[in-house]
Structure formats: structure tokens, C-alpha cells
């Protein structure tokens, strides 16, 4: 017989296992459970801390707690608390402000119909609840003194919590959410006012989720991680409110709300929100400024420490380095011992030394503000003999080391897919099932062999020495399929015109990128992780779009449907189940493929071609114009100023801007013409059997439509465009320069114009 207790144990054992490589945190709610705060809920329920190593903690507000000393205590790592956090930074209590939820305030002044309290200057002489709190209830306060009334014309009495008070007449005008007792009354039939500061020019914000400075120096990552899947959660909770409803109802419903009040109170809060308005979670710094004036009008705080609000504003891409830190960059050298040996990850030409590595190296000291430095040894073992043998020293890694104790890894930069590559007359792979019993080549001094060997016992792996025998061993027939890392079978298939093979599909988890680093040396460790920290999807995705270059199946493989589905069609017709798991198949295939074809050749920012992907393009139509004598002209085009544009208005609007503009040129070109982004602003349109004349023509309509968009920031957006037309000279490198020449004498000349050569 089953002893299920044993079983029972068993799961016990591996549920906290997994537990243990969560990393444990806590978020303290500034009031009781309800809508208020779904977006923690969300993240925590659908898995998006969990997916960021982290296991989240919500704990309910009590009357006993102190949101700002719990955080900087560490009794909680993060908390949600109102404007009033000003007020706490101001008496250089050390908080970092991370995310807005509320863009205004929920918070407002609640009066019956009937007590005819229709402004603030009809509140003399009446009773107001509001809590004792001054700083809490300083929107409201403002608000009455900016309509020529003294707080002392005005009986305030304690707030009771209670909307039984307003009701039965206790008190005049009660301070209130909107998002809640409004439906209270509105069930009851009860007529109300509301005062609301906002629409006096009041604007606070309202749910600050924010941790201490303590926090964001020690666990830079952490914070990065639990600022993007909270603000994660709370887009799904304000996309799906019905849904976000139902979860509060049943599982975080302590204040047993009805799950009707729950939806109302998510449709109020997502309109406070400005999520629509792409404002979830900003912080702005004028804003910021007028709130802390106000503060300081109101004599809330009279001691209080001079502060620059920009410096409790959380960004993700800035890096806080201690003094101590400081100092020792100012006084060492770093270098990166490199292998050579793995393109792309590191490659020599006539040109120097470049690859993967080098541009995250590059990258990492460009914000280090330090000259790179490499150094190459083509041996494995010996580069990480160097760097336990030099503190200073580092070098990549691609897998969890079995490290001794003179070695340590950086927290991942980002992760490379393991891929599998065979010969294009194979169908598509979309599990690494489909491979059991075929022979699949796979280097024996890979980091991920041992791994998939234990996943995928069922799988004949055939061990090679490199990347060139198991190709090799691919077009011989020798083996079903290669496998190795992405970017380096994408390389070797692009590099040496493997046009008969294609990547087919992924196996295993992907590798994280990291670096190695002496364990001696902890605050060279905290200075990588920090930099790692402040790398920006934009950033990584431009490195991979210069490397990644892969052969992909363009349709899916049907064949082996039919050799099975055929000879059993009165079968499948029979049973139903059949039918739907070869559906289920068929879409996850699709998924997979379309997720391989948008790596190959989309830019992750703007969902527009990559760069590698415009080099293909370039080179097909160059060789299409002189087969066929046809026209091609390119535009390429640049936006103007775009550095003081991120500097003036972040970062997150940069990006804003990268994406709207692609959306524009892209409805404003032709089907058959090619648009992608060359690199950073720049962009480029291929025109396939156009004249220059044309070109121009085109290159003035995009300019034009441009200028005229409304980017939604108070400036227009101009662009500086060279456009030139294919010469029978000409190859990619040519016609490329010639254009960028163009472009860049219109900067010279003013800008916002075209330039045809």
C-alpha cells in the first residue's frame, strides 16, 4: 500500500527546495486589503516576482505600524506610503521613491447633499473628519486655505474610520477615498458631494511604493527586479479588472467587500492611475518640487535638511557607487581576460578585437567611465587560472560554476538560448522529446552537456571537440542535428554559407552571461552587479541584434502529419482528442517559430527590423539591381538632438519616441519598401525599383509627417536625412557611407532637411 504521509513528505522536501532559491522579501501596505493595492497581488499570484527569484511578503496595514521605520529598520524592504514620504526625506530619513501608482490622489472630501457643502468656502464653521495627521491631510488642508478659508474656521474633529458618522450627521464632511465610500452611498441612494483637491490644482500623488537607500545600494538587482514585476502586476490588474476583482474577493477580502465594489473601486483607481496616458508608476520632478513647496508652506515640517528631489527619485539605469567604490575605480585597472576561440563571443580581424564579450565589456566600462582593457588567452583553464590568481582581473562565464572558493559570479547580464540546428529538409522541433533516439552532436567540453545528458537520457548525444565538427558532422549525415549556444551557430551558419542548414528549434533553459571575479575581491563583485544593474533592454538588444544572424524554417514542416494522420483518419475522426493535441502541437510550433523569427530579425525596442536583418536586405537588393539593371535608392535618417531629449525628458520617453516614430514611417512607406533601425536613433528605408527622384519625394513625406506628430512632450521632432540611389560601383559599405556622409552635412547645415547625393 501507498504511504501517502511519505509522499506527502517528499513534495514537502521539494517545494522548499525550490523555495530556498527564492530570495525572501517583504512590501508593508499603508492601509487594509482591497484594490488599492492589486498590483502586488497580481505580481505575487500570476508569478511575476517569483519569475524575478523573488518570494513577496504582503503584509496587511495595523495601526501600530510605521511604514518609514519598518522600511528603514528593515522590518519590511519595501512599503507603500502617500506624498507625506517627502516630508520624511526632507528630515533626511534615507527613502528611495521608486513608482506613483496614483498619478492623483484618491484621497478626498466626502459631504452629503443635503449640508449643501458644494466648495470649500462652505466648510466655515462646519465639522470636518480628518485624521490628526496634518502632513496626511495636507492636500485638503490646501486646498481650503487656497479659497481664502483659515484652518481655524474649521471644528475638526478625530476621524472615526466610520461612514456611519457622515451619515447620521456625527460630522459634516468626512476626508475619504474616492474609490470607496462613494459606492457605499451610491448603494444606499445617499446623494453626495465630493471636494476633490485635485481639481483645485492639488495634485498629490497617491500608493508611493518606495524602500530605503540602504536597500538600493546593498541589492541594486533586487530593486530593479521588484520595481519591474510590481509594475508588471499592476499592468495586468488595471488590464484585467474582473479578473484582478475576483482574486481580492477570494483571497485577500478582509474587509469583505462585495466583489461589485471591488470592480468599481479598480475602474476609479485605474483612471487615477493614467495608465492610458502611459504614466503607471511615474514620478515627476516638478511635481515632486510643488508637493515639497506646499509641504513647506503649510509649516508641516519646520527642521528639515535641504534636498534635491532628484535624488530620491529611484531610476533604473542609474548607478549608486559608495565612496569606498569610488575610490578604488579612481585607483585599479580591470581587465577582461578573453578566448578568441568562440566567435562571436570574442573574434580578431584586420580591425581588431570585437564580439559579444568585447561590446558588454566595452559597455560595462563606458558607464564605469574606464578604457577598456583585454587581454587574450586562448585556454580555457588558464583564464580562470588568472583570475584567481588576479583580484582586478575578470572573465566571462556562460553556466553556474561548481566555483571554489577562490571564485564567484556577478548577478546575469542577460541569457543566450541553447539551439539546435539540422538540415532544412527536417521538420521543426519543438520539444527536445522529438529528438529521443536520434544522434545529436554536442561538444563534450560544453558547460550544458552534463545537464541535458541527465534531462534527456533517451537522446544519442555524439560528443565533438568544437562547433566546426558538429556542423561537419551535420552535413556528412553523421548526426540528426547539432546542438551548441545560439549566437554561435547563427555565426558559423551565416559565416560559412550553410545555406542547407537552419536553426530548428531550443533545448534546455538558456545560459546567463556573467562575469567571473576573484572572491577576494567583494567590491569589485558590488561594482559589476551595480553596472549589471543599469544595463537596459535597449542596451542588450543592440548587442545581440550585431551577433545574432540565424538560417530559420520559414513554414513549418507538415509531411510528418500526413504519414500519420492518413492511415489513422477513422481513428482521428473517432476520437476528438486526438484531433485537438495535433492543434495544441501545431500552435505551439507557430509560437515557437514566430519567437525564433522575431530574434532573427526584429529590434526588440521598436518591432522593426534589427540591423543584421537590413545588412541582408541591403545585399539582396544590390544584387537584384545589377541582375536586372532595377533602381534602388536608400533614405537614412537620424532624429535630431536625441541625446538632450533623454536627458531632458528620461530615458522611458526616449524610448517612447523610438517607438511612436517607427509606428509613423512604417504607415507612411510602401509595402515593398524595407525600414529597420541601424543603431540607436538612426533608421534607414530601403526602396526597392526607385529613382532618386522618388526617394526624395518619400524622404520628404516622412520628414514632414514626423515634425507633425504629436509626441505628446512639448517639443517637436525633427530628423536629418541623407537619400542617395544604387550606382553600379556600388556594394553595402558604399552606398551606406555615402548616405550616412549626406546625412550628417544636413546636421552640419541646420538639420530637418533632406540631402540627396
Not at 471591488?262 to 492611475?273: A, H, P, R
Not at 553523421?478 to 542548414?501: E, M
Request: glycine share 4%; hydrophobic share 40%.
Amino acid at each position: 500500500m501507498i504511504n501517502f504521509k511519505y509522499i506527502f513528505l517528499f513534495f514537502l522536501i521539494v517545494l522548499n527546495l525550490n523555495a530556498k532559491d527564492l530570495e525572501k522579501v517583504s512590501i508593508q501596505l499603508d492601509w487594509l486589503h482591497q484594490f488599492q493595492f492589486a498590483g502586488y497581488y497580481i505580481a505575487k499570484e500570476k508569478g511575476f516576482y517569483k519569475e524575478e527569484g523573488l518570494d513577496v511578503d504582503i503584509k496587511e496595514f495595523n495601526f501600530n505600524v510605521n511604514l518609514v521605520n519598518d522600511v528603514l529598520t528593515k522590518k519590511s524592504d519595501y512599503a507603500v506610503g502617500k506624498s507625506s514620504l517627502i516630508i520624511d526625506r526632507l528630515q533626511n530619513r534615507k527613502i528611495i521613491l521608486l513608482a506613483a501608482i496614483y498619478q492623483d490622489s484618491p484621497m478626498v472630501l466626502l459631504s452629503l447633499k443635503n449640508s449643501n457643502i458644494q466648495t470649500p468656502k462652505n466648510l466655515k464653521d462646519k465639522k470636518v473628519m480628518l485624521t490628526s495627521d496634518a502632513i496626511s491631510a495636507a492636500a485638503i488642508n490646501s486646498m481650503i486655505i487656497s479659497q481664502g478659508i483659515k484652518l481655524s474656521q474649521i471644528k475638526f474633529i478625530p476621524h472615526s474610520f466610520k461612514l456611519e458618522d457622515l451619515i447620521n450627521g456625527t460630522t459634516d464632511a468626512m476626508g475619504c477615498y474616492l474609490s470607496n465610500e462613494p459606492y457605499i452611498l451610491k448603494q444606499k441612494g445617499i446623494d453626495f458631494n465630493i471636494l476633490n483637491p485635485s481639481d483645485f490644482g492639488f495634485d498629490f500623488y497617491g500608493g508611493i511604493f518606495f524602500t530605503s537607500e540602504e536597500e538600493l545600494i546593498k541589492y541594486p538587482l533586487r530593486v530593479k527586479k521588484m520595481y519591474k514585476a510590481t509594475l508588471k502586476g499592476w499592468q495586468y490588474a488595471f488590464k484585467n479588472i474582473n479578473e484582478t476583482s475576483k482574486l481580492i474577493y477570494n483571497k485577500y477580502n478582509t474587509q469583505n467587500k462585495s466583489l461589485e465594489s471591488l470592480i468599481y473601486e479598480g475602474k476609479i483607481l485605474k483612471k487615477l492611475s493614467k495608465i492610458d496616458q502611459g504614466l503607471l508608476g511615474n514620478l515627476n520632478l516638478n511635481k515632486l518640487e510643488e508637493i515639497k513647496r506646499l509641504f513647506l508652506l503649510l509649516g508641516v515640517s519646520k527642521n528639515y535638511q535641504d534636498l534635491n528631489i532628484n535624488d530620491i527619485i529611484y531610476n533604473p539605469l542609474k548607478i549608486n557607487f559608495t565612496t569606498k567604490e569610488k575610490k578604488y575605480l579612481e585607483s585599479t585597472n580591470i581587465k577582461l581576460y578573453t578566448n578568441t576561440d568562440f566567435p562571436p563571443f570574442t573574434m580578431k580581424d584586420t580591425h581588431g578585437i570585437k564580439g559579444i564579450e568585447i561590446d558588454y565589456w566595452k559597455l560595462i566600462n563606458e558607464k564605469l567611465k574606464k578604457e577598456p582593457q583585454f587581454e587574450i588567452i586562448n585556454e580555457n583553464q588558464i583564464l580562470t587560472q588568472k583570475v584567481k590568481e588576479n583580484k582586478n582581473h575578470v572573465k566571462f562565464a556562460f553556466a553556474n560554476y561548481d566555483l571554489d572558493k577562490k571564485l564567484q559570479t556577478t548577478d546575469s547580464i542577460t541569457k543566450i538560448n541553447i539551439a539546435i540546428a539540422t538540415l532544412n529538409n527536417k521538420p521543426f522541433i519543438s520539444s527536445p522529446q522529438e529528438l529521443e533516439g536520434k544522434s545529436v552532436g554536442i561538444s563534450k567540453f560544453a558547460d550544458y552537456y552534463q545537464n541535458l545528458k541527465n534531462k534527456y537520457p533517451n537522446i544519442n548525444f555524439v560528443e565533438v571537440t568544437n562547433i566546426k565538427e558538429n556542423l561537419e558532422y551535420l552535413l556528412k549525415g553523421k548526426i540528426y542535428a547539432s546542438i551548441d549556444k545560439l549566437p554561435a551557430l547563427s555565426f558559423h551558419i551565416t559565416q560559412n554559407s550553410l545555406t542547407n542548414i537552419k536553426i530548428s528549434g531550443t533545448i534546455g533553459e538558456p545560459s546567463n552571461i556573467k562575469l567571473l571575479v576573484n572572491s577576494d575581491n567583494t567590491i569589485l563583485l558590488n561594482i559589476l552587479n551595480k553596472v549589471i544593474t543599469s544595463i537596459s533592454q535597449d542596451d542588450i538588444s543592440m548587442i545581440n541584434n550585431k551577433y545574432y544572424s540565424v538560417i530559420y524554417q520559414t513554414s513549418i514542416d507538415y509531411s510528418w502529419i500526413y504519414k500519420v494522420v492518413i492511415p489513422l483518419i477513422v481513428i482521428i475522426l473517432i476520437i476528438i482528442i486526438t484531433n485537438r493535441r495535433l492543434k495544441v502541437e501545431i500552435k505551439k510550433r507557430k509560437i515557437i517559430e514566430q519567437e525564433l523569427h522575431k530574434i532573427v530579425n526584429t529590434d526588440v525596442l521598436t518591432d522593426i527590423y534589427n540591423r543584421r536583418k537590413i545588412e541582408l536586405l541591403i545585399n539582396s537588393e544590390i544584387e537584384r539591381a545589377n541582375k536586372y539593371s532595377k533602381d534602388l535608392s536608400i533614405i537614412f535618417f537620424d532624429i535630431d538632438d536625441f541625446k538632450k531629449i533623454n536627458d531632458k525628458f528620461g530615458h522611458k520617453i526616449g524610448d517612447k519616441i523610438l517607438i511612436n516614430l517607427s509606428k509613423v514611417v512604417s504607415t507612411s512607406i510602401r509595402k515593398n519598401d524595407h525600414f529597420g533601425r541601424w543603431g540607436g536613433e538612426e533608421f534607414i528605408v530601403i526602396l526597392p525599383n526607385t529613382d532618386i527622384k522618388r526617394a526624395k519625394e518619400i524622404a520628404e513625406k516622412i520628414k514632414n509627417t514626423i515634425y507633425t506628430y504629436d509626441f505628446e512632450i512639448d517639443k517637436n521632432i525633427s530628423c536629418s536625412f541623407g537619400v542617395t540611389q544604387f550606382q553600379s560601383n556600388d556594394d553595402e559599405d558604399s552606398i551606406i557611407t555615402r548616405v550616412d556622409n549626406a546625412m550628417y552635412e544636413v546636421k552640419e547645415d541646420g538639420k530637418n532637411s533632406v540631402k540627396v547625393v
